[in-house]
């Protein structure tokens, strides 16, 4: 009786799932955007404008990298009838920040926190970083980070996020120095 | 396989009529009363315990101890027999909703409670739900169904479609609503209740009245809401609503408008916040208004507006976000972020002077500002 | 103002954190083995030859299947199965020469961080059976692979219990109604399959000195009945095959 809608949507995934493919630990291209070099394998899944790369599971840790986001484009996508806030070029960092924010609280998560925004470069383009915390709809704790710029009107964005528990500082530091190879092309 | 279908249709035949035994009378739940183990009411109470502990660690609960302690005095209030079978939980939730388990579980989102102009209003919606619990609809629900979608598959296999699984996951869905008379039913039992224990029933209309001028405002009216869905024409509740409450005298009747306001105050930045991140611009400027009219603090609800406007980013929304930025700043009780808003509007139109201004008053008022940095860093930018 | 439970219980929407439901995952394995169990591939710590297993509240519930396919979950069937599971499950572990205790939902130094450790113990459940039983969302970091964490903050469950392992179990079984036992006789006659009642579940054992988890199962049946303490006793042995204890 719980959940049983899940197991539809799950089926729906089997029907035209895409596999996850290895990304071997040296130099990848984003988008024919920007470039950066891990230090460790992930498994990595792919759409429209966003690879997401996780070693454990993405429930359990995920980084998602963004290129070329455009006015209009949204994060993710829920549901037909859950609107998610639309990215404008306009945008400030800070309104970036609660783009961000917004679209994960939107996505059901709770207590959802966007802190410590600061600038910060992505590669050598000007751009900024803050700091996140939310509960997942289940209520696990989780902590991200998130690094993005604006070129040209396009937004290009890395959001790392991962259970508080041990999944988020796992990768933690292996996130932080390959956000240091950012290399815009 | 004619002998096959005709055995087949015989077996329909003697389920349907199993399945139509089963609904039974139902008689409402007295104060206290447990179901018995084997029931298959004891099943559902089983399972909402489960979802009631999943609830309570979903991170999603409002604890804190005033506000929940002043949504179960109204529902005592209410009802002083059962108030102690039923236990409230509070869910951040921006949409206006509630909903009653069998168990004893009444869910309030905080979009009810935020959209609720005082006591009385709330007590409408508590007076109903408890009626839901009274009334055991859960259960009745749950044998309709049970014997609607059994019936379902007889017909649907002895007519030789195919049993699919579908057809099961459709039904689940219409599981978790109660049916329109069960609606009308817990409209009328909730205003005895509200009239015996003092509440102006009047109250009850009005609820129903704002929301639908909320949906009218709606950026997406024809959108099927989960609310406007399940339940009987929001106007013609409204009207039989408010013809019920004129049947008797209602003088000496408790609003209660001043202490709804006081005590909700401290919520309502969070709950707008949860409310506009729907992104329903319509819909939330009239809610606004509601609030405003209502007598809510204006300051907040002004800076509300401008974030409304800059978010919309249409024809002369940004103008108009200045504006409301403005007047909030005039008004006293408008938050330190108003003016980081302000700046934002006033960079975006070019207006250096007076976006550094209000960036720099930003930072004087809020002196742990989580984004610091990014604001000097604007200022210097600016230069 | 609906009954609408399941908005909250299941949100409407899938947070980039959330974990897949299990009851979802769980079935959907329906056509594989009847058990399949990973074993850690880190290396094993020595084994300690009278371990101390904290069991960890066993989560089970048996149900109808209606004519039409819901379940019903039935109280009294649950009480039943579940002390059956737990009676099987003193006597496996004891025949193991483990030493059992079991977890108090109303102790435990810091509920709120306990209360986590099983949120993120779900979660990674979730993440396993979705990962490592349906080979389409085979991730490549896991080939030849498996060892998940719940990390170090488990070892916090020790102190309480002194335990060595925790073990968590999760079972549903459910059995037709006379009206779906019709339907699956008229749909045999017609040459059609229609699902019966069926047993689901899964078990994880974790190292409380490392918070790895060491060892996983996963059990599905057509047959069996929680309900009746023997065959109770068989699932359970099933779920705890090839337990490395």
Same mark, same amino acid.
């Given at each position: 009786?719980?959940?049983?809608?899940?197991?539809?949507?799950?089926?729906?995934?089997?029907?035209?799932?895409?596999?996850?493919?290895?990304?071997?630990?040296?130099?990848?291209?984003?988008?024919?955007?920007?470039?950066?070099?891990?230090?460790?394998?992930?498994?990595?899944?792919?759409?429209?404008?966003?690879?997401?790369?996780?070693?454990?599971?993405?429930?359990?840790?995920?980084?998602?990298?963004?290129?070329?986001?455009?006015?209009?484009?949204?994060?993710?996508?829920?549901?037909?009838?859950?609107?998610?806030?639309?990215?404008?070029?306009?945008?400030?960092?800070?309104?970036?920040?609660?783009?961000?924010?917004?679209?994960?609280?939107?996505?059901?998560?709770?207590?959802?926190?966007?802190?410590?925004?600061?600038?910060?470069?992505?590669?050598?383009?000007?751009?900024?970083?803050?700091?996140?915390?939310?509960?997942?709809?289940?209520?696990?704790?989780?902590?991200?980070?998130?690094?993005?710029?604006?070129?040209?009107?396009?937004?290009?964005?890395?959001?790392?996020?991962?259970?508080?528990?041990?999944?988020?500082?796992?990768?933690?530091?292996?996130?932080?120095?390959?956000?240091?190879?950012?290399?815009?092309? | 396989?004619?002998?096959?279908?005709?055995?087949?249709?015989?077996?329909?035949?003697?389920?349907?009529?199993?399945?139509?035994?089963?609904?039974?009378?139902?008689?409402?739940?007295?104060?206290?009363?447990?179901?018995?183990?084997?029931?298959?009411?004891?099943?559902?109470?089983?399972?909402?315990?489960?979802?009631?502990?999943?609830?309570?660690?979903?991170?999603?609960?409002?604890?804190?101890?005033?506000?929940?302690?002043?949504?179960?005095?109204?529902?005592?209030?209410?009802?002083?027999?059962?108030?102690?079978?039923?236990?409230?939980?509070?869910?951040?939730?921006?949409?206006?909703?509630?909903?009653?388990?069998?168990?004893?579980?009444?869910?309030?989102?905080?979009?009810?409670?935020?959209?609720?102009?005082?006591?009385?209003?709330?007590?409408?919606?508590?007076?109903?739900?408890?009626?839901?619990?009274?009334?055991?609809?859960?259960?009745?629900?749950?044998?309709?169904?049970?014997?609607?979608?059994?019936?379902?598959?007889?017909?649907?296999?002895?007519?030789?479609?195919?049993?699919?699984?579908?057809?099961?996951?459709?039904?689940?869905?219409?599981?978790?609503?109660?049916?329109?008379?069960?609606?009308?039913?817990?409209?009328?039992?909730?205003?005895?209740?509200?009239?015996?224990?003092?509440?102006?029933?009047?109250?009850?209309?009005?609820?129903?009245?704002?929301?639908?001028?909320?949906?009218?405002?709606?950026?997406?009216?024809?959108?099927?809401?989960?609310?406007?869905?399940?339940?009987?024409?929001?106007?013609?509740?409204?009207?039989?609503?408010?013809?019920?409450?004129?049947?008797?005298?209602?003088?000496?009747?408790?609003?209660?408008?001043?202490?709804?306001?006081?005590?909700?105050?401290?919520?309502?930045?969070?709950?707008?916040?949860?409310?506009?991140?729907?992104?329903?611009?319509?819909?939330?400027?009239?809610?606004?208004?509601?609030?405003?009219?209502?007598?809510?603090?204006?300051?907040?609800?002004?800076?509300?507006? %401008?974030? +409304?406007?800059?978010?919309? !980013?249409?024809?002369?929304? /940004?103008?108009? @976000?200045?504006?409301? &930025?403005? =007047? $909030?700043?005039?008004?006293?009780?408008?938050?330190?972020?108003?003016?980081?808003?302000? %700046?934002? +509007?006033?960079?975006?139109? !070019?207006?250096?002077?007076? /976006?550094?201004? @209000?960036?720099?008053? &930003?930072? =004087? $008022?809020?002196?742990?500002?989580?984004?610091?940095?990014?604001?000097?860093?604007?200022?210097?930018? +600016?230069? | 103002?609906?009954?609408?439970?399941?908005?909250?219980?299941?949100?409407?929407?899938?947070?980039?954190?959330?974990?897949?439901?299990?009851?979802?995952?769980?079935?959907?394995?329906?056509?594989?083995?009847?058990?399949?169990?990973?074993?850690?591939?880190?290396?094993?710590?020595?084994?300690?030859?009278?371990?101390?297993?904290?069991?960890?509240?066993?989560?089970?519930?048996?149900?109808?299947?209606?004519?039409?396919?819901?379940?019903?979950?039935?109280?009294?069937?649950?009480?039943?199965?579940?002390?059956?599971?737990?009676?099987?499950?003193?006597?496996?572990?004891?025949?193991?020469?483990?030493?059992?205790?079991?977890?108090?939902?109303?102790?435990?130094?810091?509920?709120?961080?306990?209360?986590?450790?099983?949120?993120?113990?779900?979660?990674?459940?979730?993440?396993?059976?979705?990962?490592?039983?349906?080979?389409?969302?085979?991730?490549?970091?896991?080939?030849?692979?498996?060892?998940?964490?719940?990390?170090?903050?488990?070892?916090?469950?020790?102190?309480?219990?002194?335990?060595?392992?925790?073990?968590?179990?999760?079972?549903?079984?459910?059995?037709?109604?006379?009206?779906?036992?019709?339907?699956?006789?008229?749909?045999?006659?017609?040459?059609?399959?229609?699902?019966?009642?069926?047993?689901?579940?899964?078990?994880?054992?974790?190292?409380?000195?490392?918070?790895?988890?060491?060892?996983?199962?996963?059990?599905?049946?057509?047959?069996?009945?929680?309900?009746?303490?023997?065959?109770?006793?068989?699932?359970?042995?099933?779920?705890?095959?090839?337990?490395?204890?």
């Amino acid at each position: 009786m719980k959940r049983p809608i899940a197991i539809l949507a799950m089926l729906a995934v089997l029907g035209g799932c895409a596999a996850y493919s290895l990304v071997d630990a040296k130099q990848q291209t984003i988008g024919g955007t920007y470039t950066v070099e891990p230090g460790i394998q992930w498994s990595k899944i792919t759409d429209d404008k966003v690879e997401v790369w996780t070693v454990d599971g993405a429930s359990l840790e995920a980084i998602r990298f963004y290129s070329g986001m455009e006015a209009g484009d949204r994060l993710f996508t829920v549901s037909k009838d859950v609107k998610l806030p639309t990215y404008d070029p306009a945008m400030k960092a800070s309104e970036v920040m609660e783009f961000v924010v917004d679209s994960i609280a939107r996505g059901g998560a709770g207590n959802v926190e966007g802190t410590a925004l600061r600038p910060a470069q992505f590669g050598t383009v000007p751009g900024f970083r803050f700091d996140l915390s939310y509960t997942s709809s289940d209520g696990l704790w989780f902590d991200g980070l998130a690094i993005g710029a604006t070129i040209d009107g396009k937004l290009h964005l890395i959001v790392y996020a991962g259970a508080r528990q041990h999944y988020f500082p796992k990768y933690r530091d292996e996130v932080e120095r390959m956000i240091g190879t950012i290399e815009t092309t | 396989m004619t002998s096959a279908r005709a055995t087949s249709l015989l077996a329909a035949a003697a389920l349907f009529v199993a399945s139509c035994a089963q609904t039974g009378n139902i008689q409402k739940i007295e104060p206290g009363e447990r179901p018995t183990i084997e029931s298959d009411e004891a099943g559902l109470w089983m399972q909402m315990d489960r979802v009631e502990e999943d609830l309570q660690t979903s991170g999603k609960v409002v604890t804190d101890p005033d506000l929940n302690a002043y949504v179960r005095e109204i529902l005592c209030q209410l009802d002083t027999s059962y108030c102690a079978d039923v236990r409230t939980y509070i869910v951040r939730n921006a949409d206006f909703n509630a909903s009653m388990a069998p168990n004893g579980v009444m869910i309030v989102w905080t979009g009810i409670i935020l959209r609720a102009q005082n006591e009385a209003q709330l007590a409408s919606v508590l007076g109903h739900e408890l009626a839901h619990y009274i009334d055991r609809h859960s259960l009745k629900r749950w044998r309709e169904i049970r014997s609607t979608t059994d019936a379902a598959v007889f017909f649907t296999f002895a007519t030789g479609g195919i049993v699919g699984i579908l057809a099961g996951f459709a039904a689940y869905d219409s599981i978790m609503s109660f049916s329109r008379d069960m609606e009308r039913e817990a409209d009328t039992r909730g205003l005895t209740m509200m009239r015996e224990s003092g509440f102006d029933p009047r109250e009850s209309a009005k609820i129903w009245q704002q929301l639908i001028e909320e949906r009218d405002a709606s950026d997406e009216p024809e959108k099927k809401s989960a609310f406007f869905s399940t339940h009987p024409a929001a106007k013609e509740r409204s009207e039989t609503l408010a013809k019920l409450a004129e049947e008797t005298d209602n003088t000496g009747t408790t609003i209660g408008r001043e202490r709804h306001a006081a005590v909700t105050a401290p919520f309502r930045r969070d709950w707008l916040l949860d409310e506009l991140r729907q992104r329903d611009y319509g819909r939330f400027e009239v809610l606004l208004n509601q609030l405003i009219e209502a007598g809510m603090e204006d300051g907040e609800l002004l800076f509300y507006r %401008g974030e +409304m406007h800059r978010l919309r !980013g249409e024809d002369d929304d /940004a103008e108009k @976000a200045i504006a409301a &930025y403005t =007047a $909030a700043t005039g008004s006293g009780n408008a938050p330190a972020e108003t003016y980081r808003s302000l %700046g934002l +509007m006033q960079w975006s139109a !070019g207006r250096t002077t007076e /976006a550094r201004a @209000a960036f720099e008053t &930003y930072l =004087a $008022a809020q002196q742990d500002a989580e984004d610091r940095a990014m604001i000097e860093h604007y200022l210097q930018q +600016m230069q | 103002m609906t009954k609408r439970m399941r908005r909250i219980a299941r949100p409407e929407n899938r947070t980039w954190g959330r974990a897949l439901a299990v009851t979802a995952i769980v079935l959907l394995l329906g056509a594989c083995a009847q058990t399949q169990s990973f074993l850690t591939s880190e290396n094993l710590a020595q084994k300690p030859a009278n371990p101390r297993v904290l069991i960890m509240p066993t989560d089970v519930e048996l149900s109808e299947l209606t004519t039409a396919g819901l379940l019903e979950p039935n109280a009294a069937w649950t009480a039943t199965g579940r002390s059956n599971v737990d009676a099987a499950l003193d006597s496996l572990l004891a025949g193991r020469n483990a030493t059992v205790v079991r977890y108090d939902k109303n102790g435990g130094a810091g509920s709120a961080a306990e209360t986590q450790l099983l949120k993120l113990h779900s979660a990674v459940g979730s993440t396993i059976l979705l990962h490592k039983y349906l080979p389409g969302f085979a991730l490549p970091t896991k080939k030849d692979k498996f060892n998940w964490s719940l990390g170090q903050e488990a070892t916090a469950l020790r102190g309480p219990y002194g335990a060595d392992y925790a073990l968590f179990i999760y079972l549903r079984d459910s059995f037709a109604s006379d009206g779906r036992k019709a339907l699956i006789f008229v749909g045999a006659l017609l040459g059609a399959g229609i699902q019966g009642g069926r047993q689901v579940g899964f078990a994880s054992l974790v190292d409380l000195r490392s918070g790895e988890i060491i060892w996983f199962n996963r059990l599905v049946s057509q047959a069996g009945d929680l309900r009746e303490p023997e065959l109770a006793r068989g699932a359970t042995e099933n779920l705890l095959d090839e337990l490395p204890l």
